[in-house]
């Protein structure tokens, strides 16, 4: 099967090395003309591999739209929408969307799936899916034992992708049918290791992490409840596992840009450096909006719009996060 990949970046195209792997074809579209140029010398614009021969990339828009009728989306969720307003205008036949960008919109708070609903013409839609899960790119493109979720509004489309995905050397892959759980637990996950990084930056310890990484389940709970979703599915691979591998890992973007911050970087320090898709500091405000929309309580999430606003001290956040009334462990 043919799959037009958008994004060319770390994830996008070890991605496509995953699919080339299992027996398909794929092209790859990015905007930065270097990653396409290394992809089609045979390296990984990030890590130092070779990539499969067979594995193209382009910077014409046109070609990859007319590549195939499925597309993998892998951009910085910032910029989902733009991308699909241009989509649109060159689609010619139902396609199918496989999501693997783990972010909520900012200033609107929605996920990619409405993002697509709301942008592609129907007579261009065949389904969505989202593709997510514990994954550093990192360790998939050494073909590393990983395992992720596809989940989808059509149990079909999800399965079909389950199979598409999974492969006997690496890659397992599961099934879910609550698209809007998996889809925010992949986003807030982010936001929590930013306030993970911060708590290392700070120099507080493992006792400190642990308690994040706790209390900060409670608040993906809280989220994916009142955004449609399943509590359940916050404590499977797309909830739990992936807030376990990027809240305590150098490897995430997200908790590295934490820990900056909790060494006392600015947050416009931090997008200076880091060139790469940080989601999470993005989550953390789209987030802010959503506590404040439906009442619900983020003690952690709220205290780090804080601190990236300059409204207060990695010290003083610490103190108004322990003089919070003392309360029974619930959700
Ligand atoms: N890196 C990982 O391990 C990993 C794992 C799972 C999910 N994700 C998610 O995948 C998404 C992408 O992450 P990444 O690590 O690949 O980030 P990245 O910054 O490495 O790659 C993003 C790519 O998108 C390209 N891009 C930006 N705007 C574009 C546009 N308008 N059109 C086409 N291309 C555009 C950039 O040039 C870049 O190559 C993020 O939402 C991230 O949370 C990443």
Same mark, same amino acid.
């Given at each position: 099967m043919k799959f037009s990949i958008i994004g060319g970046g770390a994830w996008g195209t070890t991605l496509g090395q995953l699919l080339t792997d299992n027996g398909h074809e794929v092209l790859i579209y990015d905007i930065k003309d270097m990653h396409v140029e290394k992809i089609n010398h045979h390296l990984h614009p990030f890590f130092d591999t070779t990539l499969p021969q067979s594995m193209r990339a382009t910077s014409d828009f046109k070609e990859v739209i007319d590549f195939s009728s499925t597309y993998l989306l892998s951009v910085p969720t910032k910029v989902v929408r733009d991308v699909l307003k241009k989509m649109n205008t060159y689609l010619s036949q139902p396609s199918t969307f496989i999501n693997v960008s783990k972010g909520i919109e900012p200033l609107t708070s929605k996920r990619v799936s409405e993002i697509v609903n709301e942008e592609i013409n129907p007579k261009y839609f065949k389904g969505f899916v989202v593709l997510t899960g514990p994954s550093h790119a990192e360790e998939v493109i050494l073909r590393k034992l990983t395992l992720l979720v596809t989940a989808s509004d059509d149990q079909q489309l999800a399965s079909d992708m389950q199979h598409i995905f999974s492969n006997d050397a690496y890659l397992r892959v599961y099934t879910s049918n609550d698209l809007t759980g998996c889809e925010v637990g992949g986003a807030v996950k982010n936001a929590i290791a930013v306030i993970s990084g911060a708590c290392t930056g700070l120099g507080l310890g493992e006792n400190a992490r642990a308690a994040v990484i706790t209390r900060g389940i409670v608040e993906i709970v809280r989220i994916v409840e009142v955004m /449609? /979703? $399943?509590? +359940?599915t916050a404590f499977g691979l797309t909830g739990v596992g992936d807030l376990i591998v990027t809240a305590s890992s150098e490897n995430s973007r997200n908790f590295s840009a934490g820990k900056k911050l909790g060494q006392g970087f600015s947050i416009d320090q931090i997008y200076k450096e880091q060139?790469?898709?940080? +989601?999470g500091i993005r989550t953390i405000e789209a987030m802010h909006d959503l506590a404040f929309k439906h $009442?619900? +309580?983020l003690p952690m999430i709220e205290i780090a719009y804080k601190i990236i606003h300059n409204q207060v001290s990695m010290e003083d956040a610490v103190t108004q996060l322990l003089s919070r009334d003392l309360k029974s462990e619930d959700f």
């Open positions: /449609g /979703g $399943k509590k +359940e060139k790469q898709t940080i +989601e $009442k619900i +309580e």
